[in-house]
Every structure is written in structure tokens, then in C-alpha cells.
């Protein structure tokens, strides 16, 4: 699953926290405090942040992606702010 994001870095810069909560919680069907890990015990965001910001109001000069696991689902964030969200868990019957 994907979420867009924008080449512009100021966009979704103060956001991104949540953006990367909801799209997991997107992926596996939940509420957002749903999710049993907390975000930034498994990485830092404003380090995140600081890798792909440019210069304010700029585009980002970094190329790449950072990818995490969190709450069992494979979250891939590029320089562009589009985070992708790959689950890996399988939901038994109840």
C-alpha cells in the first residue's frame, strides 16, 4: 500500500509521525491506536526528516529510502515523502 507524499520537503515534514502510523494502521485494517509499537522506539523520525529535508522550501538533495518494521509491517519512506507499507502478518481466525 501506498501513500504519496511531495517533492516538496516542507510538505508532510511536521506530519510525518502520523502520516506513518495511519498508513500502517491502513495496512492492517486498524485504528491508528491500534498499533502496539511506538514509532519512535523503533526509529527516530526527526532523523528521518533530517536526511531528506533540503533546504526549506526546497526540494529534497538526498536520493534513497529508509525502511523499518513496525508492528509487523515493512514501512519504506523516500526522499519524496511516499511511504509504502508492506504487511507481513497474517491475522488468525478467531
Given at each position: 500500500?501506498?501513500?504519496?507524499?511531495?517533492g516538496d520537503?516542507k510538505?508532510?515534514?511536521?506530519?510525518?509521525?502520523?502520516?506513518?502510523?495511519?498508513?500502517?494502521?491502513d495496512a492492517?485494517?486498524v485504528?491508528?491506536?491500534?498499533?502496539?509499537?511506538?514509532?519512535?522506539?523503533?526509529?527516530?523520525?526527526?532523523?528521518?526528516?533530517?536526511?531528506?529535508?533540503?533546504?526549506?522550501d526546497?526540494?529534497?538533495m538526498?536520493?534513497?529510502?529508509?525502511?523499518?518494521?513496525?508492528?509487523?509491517?515493512?514501512?519504506?519512506?523516500?526522499?519524496?515523502?511516499?511511504?509504502?507499507?508492506n504487511?507481513?502478518?497474517?491475522?488468525?481466525?478467531?
Open positions: 500500500m501506498k501513500h504519496g507524499g511531495s520537503s510538505v508532510g515534514h511536521e506530519d510525518l509521525d502520523w502520516r506513518i502510523i495511519t498508513a500502517v494502521a492492517k485494517g485504528e491508528p491506536l491500534d498499533i502496539d509499537d511506538r514509532l519512535h522506539d523503533i526509529i527516530d523520525v526527526d532523523a528521518v526528516k533530517q536526511l531528506f529535508v533540503g533546504m526549506p526546497k526540494r529534497s538526498t536520493e534513497g529510502r529508509v525502511s523499518f518494521t513496525l508492528d509487523g509491517c515493512e514501512v519504506t519512506i523516500n526522499e519524496r515523502w511516499d511511504i509504502n507499507v504487511s507481513h502478518s497474517s491475522v488468525a481466525a478467531d
